[in-house]
């Protein structure tokens, strides 16, 4: 390689080292750290971070507590229902979660907990 030049990291062409900016497939250079697909946006600071875990947090505690009440104040037929639905909004919330990685393992993770519980507490039922 010509001194001064470099690959492109994107499409691999030889341009010049300083480039900021690739002429051949306008790639910005300056973003060192190539974010993998299905991370949230490079733009989003830390505290958008922590807040959505935080978010995520809170909407699963409260599916939680949520399916609690209704598995100790509702007949075995309702409370059937109501355990089927807690789940599903539980996946839902799941798949509409955008948030990092961690965030939506904590929420799968109570949807488990919750489904696991629900089961339970279904098979008490006489
Ligand atoms: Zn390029």
Redesign the pocket.
Known sequence: MEAGKKN??????V?MAEAIL??????D?RQKIRIPPGWPIPSENKMGRVGKIVVGLTVAITLYLAVGFYVSNTSQDKESMQAREAAEQCREEIDSYSGPAVGKSIIAEVCRKLEDDLRKGLSRVP
């Open positions: 492109c990291s994107y499409c691999a062409e341009i690739c002429k051949h497939c306008q790639s250079l």
